[in-house]
């Protein structure tokens, strides 16, 4: 329920909110800690009306950051290539799915995802404790398992709008929660208990 809500309010948006919203929500981003100290960000292109990622990609490359980003597998899973910059890309239809924009050099498997010193993360919404609703296809829910499997903490990053900054999402036992929420807004942060 929460989802279509959120997909609903979303597809209202106007090109310029978007857009708008991408340069702020980068400037935000930029002034992380967490990005500041970052060698590799594994991060990913928004599509559609999500908080735009293109400004920020480019401003960490400017850096001098490595960026990886997604490639949706068969099987849900993502694999991981360099971004750099928008030559980089190619337009990949998946199925009935969406469009995806996905790195077209050399692919680092699934594990390159745990080279990162960040992980910026796609989402619909994030409550007050840190855990965030995706979009339900548990590509995300794979990344952060695998990261807790091979023992590498990166830093977990939110970007969303700042109306998906909920009280509550729905959680399961297996849902990990993120550290921060970036929105065009500001940025909250998450304490979880050690």
């Known amino acids: ?3 279509q809500e959120i997909l609903a309010v979303r597809n209202r ?3 310029d909110d978007v857009r708008e919203a991408a340069v702020a929500l980068a400037g935000r981003a930029l002034e992380l800690p967490e990005l500041a100290r970052a060698r590799t960000v594994a991060a990913y292109v928004s599509v559609g009306s999500e908080p735009g990622t293109l400004a920020l990609l480019d401003a960490l490359r400017a850096r001098g950051v490595r960026v990886l980003l997604p490639a949706l597998l068969p099987d849900n899973d993502l694999d991981w290539g360099a971004y750099t910059g928008e030559g980089s ?3 990949v239809q998946h199925g009935s799915k969406m469009a995806l924009f996905e790195p077209t050099g050399q692919r680092l498997g699934p594990d390159g995802v745990a080279l990162a010193d960040a992980v910026l993360l796609p989402g619909l919404a994030v409550d007050a404790r840190g855990m965030r609703l ?3 296809g548990g ?7 695998r990261l807790e499997r091979v023992g590498v903490h990166p830093a977990l990053v939110v970007l969303l709008f700042d ?7 729905p959680a399961e036992a297996h849902d990990r929660p993120v550290d921060a929420v970036v929105t065009p807004s500001g940025v909250r942060r998450f304490r979880h208990g050690s």
Do not use: Q
């Open 1 to 3: 329920m929460l989802r």
């Open 13 to 15: 948006l106007t090109a």
């Open 89 to 91: 890309l190619a337009r």
């Open 134 to 136: 995706g979009r339900g």
């Open 139 to 145: 590509s995300y829910d794979r990344v952060l398992a």
């Open 163 to 169: 109306s998906e900054v909920v009280e509550r999402v």
